[in-house]
């Protein structure tokens, strides 16, 4: 099984020489982008699981809309809110969405899962920093989905082979054919890959002058989407299955 998952985070950063958009222009690039990953699952007739950053869920509740409306799950990103932030964040997505939200996903982990389950999230889905020299790790861990205090906690998948891991900038530096073979190898031994890709990714960094690191341009935008159609159109070729995590987990 394949789950598939993006991250939409706060796009705020630094920008090169004197180049400056507002955060409506930037908020703007958000949700394109985010449409662009839309279409791309449509075409494909996939669902995935979007997690939203806590800063950018009021600002971005027509899309959040969107995203369930074309039958995708909603879950919460946390990058650095408290408690108090977080379970305000959950309220209020699931007042306007009138759906529950079972998963969280934290980057630099800050609550812990007693926390978490007292704000009745089910699953927690946590990464970790991907850099250049990330994909040249070899990382030894489990890859199983454990249970603790009635919480899911879902690992990040690792191929096997490889020790590869399955992260956002994986997915845009490597060879789309060496990405498959990973796919196929790691099935055989593993009942899941969990995938994460960012928004972000997707942005025009030719048009758009966000200071990036040079190896975080490679095959960004156009490129990406095209990466992601061919990717999702060799899922289905090979009639490989993909789920939103919630439907995977429970």
Known sequence: MILLTFNIINNKSDFKDHYRINDDEI??????????????LENNNILATFF???????TLQPLIKKIISKGHEISIYNANSNAKEIE?????????????????????VTLSVNELKQMEFSYISNIENANIL???KRLQRSTEIIEENGVSIIPESISPYSQ????DFVFQAVPLKFYQNMVTETLKNED???IYLNSWQFTDFEKFRFRIPFYRKYNSGRKMSDK??????????????C???KDFVF
């Not at 690039?29 to 791309?40: C, E, F, H, Q």
């Not at 939203?52 to 009021?58: C, G, K, Q, R």
């Not at 590869?164 to 992260?167: G, Q």
């Open 164 to 167: 590869i891991p399955y992260n």
């Open 134 to 136: 990330f994909p040249l």
């Open 27 to 40: 908020t703007k690039i958000t949700v394109d982008n985010a449409s662009s990953i839309l279409r791309i």
């Open 88 to 108: 305000k964040t959950k309220k209020s997505i699931e007042d306007f969405t009138e759906k529950i939200i079972r998963g969280i996903r934290q980057k630099d």
């Open 52 to 58: 939203i950053e806590v800063s950018v869920v009021d």
């Open 228 to 241: 992601l159609e061919s990717f999702l159109q060799w899922l289905n070729e090979n009639e490989l299955a």
């Open 243 to 245: 789920a939103r995590v």
């Open 192 to 194: 899941f890959i969990l």
